[in-house]
């Protein structure tokens, strides 16, 4: 947790590597302070089809999922810092775009919390 999954169109990756675009947002992530560093997640996925508005030509959308917790001021932050770095990278981009999702705590499962020796409940439990 958290975990950052850029959407974006393919033609995207001619400008900028796929590290280089997953390199800002973990960066921009990290920098907020919301996170430990090891736990931020960010995977990337190009589409060969896609439509978009007239005289629009590219597009990238990151999808945030952060663990229930932080404040809309964080969250604000922490989107707007993602979007800027991105920003930088692509100054003529047609459309740029975050949203930011909650997971909820006790819906949330992971591979820690089904361990049968993790009595605490930690979902960091033997990582």
Known sequence: M?????ECSQ???QQRSPDEIMDAVYK???STGLFAPNDIKVRLQPYQYYRLGDHKKNFLHVFGYIMEGRDTEQKAE???KICTHL???FPDISFLSINISDF????YCNKALINPENT???RHFGL
């Not at 958290?2 to 850029?6: C, R, S």
């Not at 909820?104 to 819906?107: K, T, V």
């Open 2 to 6: 958290p975990h950052f999954i850029i």
């Open 11 to 13: 033609n995207i990756l």
């Open 28 to 30: 921009a992530a990290d």
């Open 78 to 80: 922490l989107s707007k």
């Open 87 to 89: 920003a930088d990278l």
């Open 104 to 107: 909820e705590r006790a819906i």
């Open 120 to 122: 605490d409940q930690n």
